[in-house]
């Protein structure tokens, strides 16, 4: 029993100087590390970002919707067509007219009923009717249109003050905001959808006269004319477009800002006619591939290629060769944004425009002049003429060729007409001014030729006919 004592004494004994030796001579030292915790322990998020990201919640449309729907009227339009011809039509030379029924939007702008649409919403209309949003229907009038912004100006006589939504600044509206689209897509009348604006100043006509709102709330046919309001509810564009291959709604839609709708409408109700306002310049928007062509430094703004004679571009010193990059303070990156500010604009309205001219940055200011330059599509680009140039050649009326166009340059070429040429009518209508051209021209049917009597550089009076 003693031995087997001694034996785990002694065993004892060699675990423990083993033990000690590890811990004296084997183990590595490590400094030992004392943390207090804090006070108000701060929590960590387990992202790399130095700021910390707050999600708001999702903006809330219904105020918005409920001021809009009573706003946003249903128009029909009831317009007479020939319609297919029969046989029997055929036969006994007639054409039997029938009744056609387009469908579309409106925006009521003030209590005494007056209503935005747009012009192709009621245009060749034999009778146009509107009914609210409380289901009254009543006969409508057509103040005034106009074709170019694609804006017309309803008038209802209702036997009550209407509700209507007010204007918000077009020029204010962000990329990423968020827009309600009211209106009354395939007859289901009192829809509204929701969207961001995707873009501002977009142009698809491709030749920089459209400037339209675009956004990704799903506008389909019907749609036309109605209301596109922020979350206030206040009228930010006039639903017009969409971009489809379909017909139908796939992804974008497109408006005509509210600045420049209501330009357009108050113009209507003054003068009866749109003041249409311009600066005088004709122009490119810049990219790094124009900008090496023309030989200058900057890659955004508008170029100046011409300024038009005896317009506010040209009083205030503008030359070709210069570089547009804001006007009233706001940058220009692409012609539509130019436009589409002026759209907005009457004659006689001063804008501020910053230029790069001459190697620095200058501020002038520009007054709008009235335009007095159009396009005949046969002939080209022509003006009002002046009086002395009228005496010249014997006439007391008539509009002056300014430029031929591409396509029937070496037309005029082969009869020898030269631009300066005096346009004295069209279509046996006597012309004094581009107003009555343009007139002229838009109540033209499709299969009518066109007729131009002119009086060419020698003084000779020559008429020409294009079907």
């Known amino acids: 029993?003693?031995?087997?004592?001694?034996?785990?004494?002694v065993s004892a004994l060699g675990g423990m100087l083993t033990l000690g030796a590890y811990k004296l001579f084997l183990e590595p030292e490590n400094d030992p590390l004392v943390t207090s915790a804090p006070a108000n322990p701060a929590f960590i998020p387990t992202s790399n970002m130095n700021a910390y990201s707050t999600v708001s919640e999702a903006p809330d449309f219904a105020l918005a919707a409920e001021n809009t729907l009573n706003a946003v009227v249903h128009?029909?339009?009831?317009?007479?067509?020939?319609?297919?011809?029969?046989?029997?039509?055929?036969?006994?030379?007639?054409?039997?007219?029938?009744?056609q029924m387009g469908t579309g939007s409106g925006v009521i702008v003030n209590a005494d009923g007056y209503i935005i649409t747009n012009n192709h919403v009621i245009n060749n209309a034999n009778e146009l009717s509107v009914t609210l949003n409380n289901n009254k229907t009543y006969k409508a009038e057509i103040v005034g249109s106009d074709p170019k912004t694609d804006i017309a100006l309803l008038k209802i006589d209702a036997d009550e003050d209407l509700p209507f939504v007010t204007f918000a600044d077009s020029d204010e509206v962000k990329v990423g905001e968020w827009v309600l689209a009211v209106g009354n897509p395939f007859n289901l009348t009192s829809t509204v959808t929701a969207g961001i604006i995707s873009a501002k100043s977009r142009d698809l006509s491709g030749n920089s006269s459209q400037s339209f709102i675009q956004t990704d709330a799903a506008v389909n046919p019907g749609n036309s004319g109605g209301a596109l309001v922020n979350t206030r509810g206040e009228l930010i564009g006039i639903n017009t477009a969409i971009s489809s291959q379909t017909g139908s709604y796939v992804g974008y839609s497109f408006a005509v800002p509210s600045n420049i709708a209501r330009r357009v409408i108050e113009d209507i109700m003054e003068y009866g006619n749109v003041q249409n306002g311009i600066l005088g310049i004709n122009g490119t928007a810049l990219n790094s591939a124009l900008s090496k062509e023309f030989g200058v430094r900057d890659t955004e703004g508008i170029y100046v290629d011409s300024v038009i004679e005896a317009s506010g571009a040209e009083k205030a010193g503008i030359k070709k060769g210069d570089i547009i990059k804001e006007i009233d303070n706001i940058k220009v990156s692409k012609f539509a944004d130019l436009t589409g500010h002026i759209n907005a604009k009457r004659v006689n309205d001063k804008v501020l425009l910053k230029i790069y001219s001459d190697g620095e940055l200058k501020t002038v200011y520009v007054t709008l002049t009235k335009n007095e330059t159009i396009i005949i599509p046969t002939v080209g680009q022509v003006k009002n003429a002046k009086p002395e140039e009228l005496k010249k050649y014997k006439t007391?009326?008539?509009?002056?060729?300014?430029?031929?166009?591409?396509?029937?340059?070496?037309?005029?070429?082969?009869?020898?007409?030269?631009?300066?040429?005096?346009?004295?009518?069209?279509?046996?209508?006597?012309?004094?001014?581009?107003?009555?051209?343009?007139?002229?021209?838009?109540?033209?049917?499709?299969?009518?030729?066109?007729?131009?009597?002119?009086?060419?550089?020698?003084?000779?009076?020559?008429?020409?006919?294009?079907?």
């Open 1 to 9: 029993m003693k031995k087997i004592l001694s034996l785990v004494l």
């Open 75 to 99: 128009v029909k339009n009831v317009s007479i067509s020939s319609g297919q011809m029969t046989l029997q039509d055929l036969f006994m030379g007639r054409s039997t007219p029938r009744a």
């Open 396 to 467: 007391s009326h008539g509009i002056k060729i300014t430029e031929f166009s591409k396509k029937y340059a070496e037309y005029w070429e082969k009869y020898g007409v030269k631009e300066g040429a005096i346009i004295t009518a069209i279509n046996d209508q006597k012309v004094n001014s581009v107003d009555d051209a343009q007139n002229i021209i838009k109540n033209l049917s499709r299969y009518e030729p066109l007729k131009i009597e002119l009086v060419n550089t020698n003084g000779e009076k020559e008429r020409y006919y294009f079907r």
